[in-house]
């Protein structure tokens, strides 16, 4: 295990050297963002307005009380989707999705020895490959959480407006009551975190992929898994330190 | 000109290279052969870089490759050439993508001058107009001969070719072997070429290593390979009931 840790943190080291050329990298970027963020967009999308409406009705189920004012169900939604269902469900799901092609990728790419082509070139391979990839995940998926959050809490107007639980307008309302802007901020960072933890995992479990077919897979399973593990563990120590 | 001294390569306790001494000239075809599993690819390897030995040194005109940093081997990786087994082409990008990539890293070329480079290495290999196809609409024999365009793109002083012929018919493999000959000719490059194929080492062996068990067992010509004692080699070259009616008539 710590083997593989320092390769880990020695592979990140080597990402970061200073590019060949900055033009060639930033294309790398822009490519790569744009397969990130704009692929991902449906899939998060989707996930988003139902845990969003899901969240409502089970909220509004569990709390209507004549003690308990109907507006607390648009506050808990709204809490839940910022502090801990946009960042950690869409991170784990694109971990599924970004990290599993991120591995594969670069798995194919090490088994084919297009990545000794890239070598043999004077290429810093780690640097071509990694660093356009970690970059991107830690722009684009805070920038899909943020769509999450909004989709989310608009599944959950949906849900309101679909059932007579809570009227709309309690739920409006109780999405306007008393934000602590902490929540904003604990979500931004779980939302850089996952995405750097996603694109990193699963670019260090391609890169160091031997064999054929069959162990490419086995890397994107493993990146995957492990991405999903790490993600989880970030979740609670970000939530502790920061609420 | 490339030197390798002492070579020795082991992996935990496998020894594939037991001390290969060897001088690769410039201007020639340079083959290393031997059966499968003899350390041709890992001997390759070592020279390249792709491998740290774990004794001895490489040279490339005269400067120590083994002892340099990655920095320090930039500037010589940028005059080598690489043609692999499997083309290893950038499958995400297409002919002219793949040939001028080590151009847009390394060099300010313009866009038009790239292309025109492209198009000269492309009309090398005789695969013009095939600018805009990607890998996986190209023929064996051509993703080879896209390898080779973006082997000489950089115009290189070394150029390494690994099993070249693998895979491939034989009148395509003739094909390929007469076109790394006409680039070692042209470019001068210090070529040197891994493969089992004995139409290749008849055709174009200027200059040839036999390895056996990791060791170096027989240097020579493809003129001298035909008279050579040594039996191990003429188990390997005439192994086939072909090749030894062939040496009969020799």
């Known amino acids: 295990m710590f083997t593989s840790l320092g390769r880990y943190i020695l592979l990140l080291r080597l990402s970061f050297r200073k590019p060949e050329k900055f033009s060639v990298y930033w294309a790398e970027i822009m490519r790569e963002m744009v397969s990130i963020g704009i692929g991902s967009l449906g899939i998060v999308a989707i996930i988003s307005v139902f845990i969003g409406a899901v969240a409502t009705i089970q909220t509004a189920f569990q709390l209507i009380s004549n003690l308990i004012p109907k507006t607390v169900v648009g506050s808990i939604t709204r809490d839940s989707m910022v502090l801990e269902f946009s960042p950690t469900i869409t991170a784990l799901v694109l971990a599924g999705r970004v990290g599993s092609s991120i591995a594969s990728q670069i798995g194919t790419m090490r088994v084919t020895e297009q990545i000794d082509a890239l070598e043999i070139m004077g290429v810093n391979a780690p640097g071509y490959l990694i660093s356009p990839k970690v970059i991107s995940g830690v722009t684009m998926i805070p920038l899909l959480v943020i769509v999450s959050v909004f989709l989310g809490l608009t599944g959950g107007y949906i849900a309101c407006a679909a059932s007579n639980d809570v009227t709309t307008a309690d739920y409006i309302a109780g999405l306007k009551d008393s934000f602590n802007p902490i929540a904003a901020t604990v979500c931004a960072v779980k939302a850089m975190t996952f995405g750097f933890i996603i694109t990193s995992v699963c670019a260090y479990q391609g890169f160091y992929t031997s064999g054929g077919a069959l162990e490419v897979g086995q890397s994107a399973t493993r990146g995957v898994v492990y991405s999903c593990v790490a993600i989880l563990f970030a979740d609670l120590v970000i939530s502790r330190l920061l609420l | ?250």
């Open chain 2, 1 to 250: 000109m490339i030197e390798v001294k002492d070579i020795v390569k082991t992996f935990g306790d496998n020894h594939v290279l037991s001390g290969i001494n060897a001088t690769f000239k410039a201007g020639k075809n340079n083959l290393i052969i031997g059966s499968s599993g003899s350390g041709k690819t890992t001997l390759l390897k070592c020279i390249v870089g792709l491998h740290d030995p774990t004794k001895g040194d490489v040279f490339y005109d005269a400067e120590n490759f083994t002892n340099m940093n990655f920095e320090e081997r930039v500037p010589i990786r940028k005059q080598i050439g690489m043609l692999f087994q499997n083309s290893a082409l950038f499958d995400s990008m297409t002919v002219e993508q793949n040939i001028i990539f080590p151009l847009n890293l390394f060099t300010n070329m313009s866009a038009a001058e790239k292309r025109d480079r492209a198009n000269f290495c492309l009309e090398r290999v005789n695969l013009v107009g095939k600018n805009s196809l990607y890998p996986s609409e190209l023929s064996g024999g051509m993703k080879k001969r896209v390898g080779i365009a973006r082997a000489i793109s950089m115009q290189p002083k070394y150029l390494f070719v690994d099993e070249p012929n693998s895979g491939l018919d034989p009148k395509t493999a003739i094909l390929i072997d007469e076109l790394i000959n006409e680039i070692t000719e042209d470019f001068k490059t210090t070529t040197v070429i891994v493969t089992h194929d004995m139409n290749s080492v008849m055709g174009i062996g200027d200059h040839i290593i036999f390895l056996h068990n990791g060791e170096k067992w027989w240097e020579g010509t493809n003129h001298e390979i035909a008279h050579t004692d040594n039996a191990e080699l003429n188990s390997f070259v005439f192994a086939s009931p072909f090749m030894k009616a062939a040496r009969e008539k020799l």
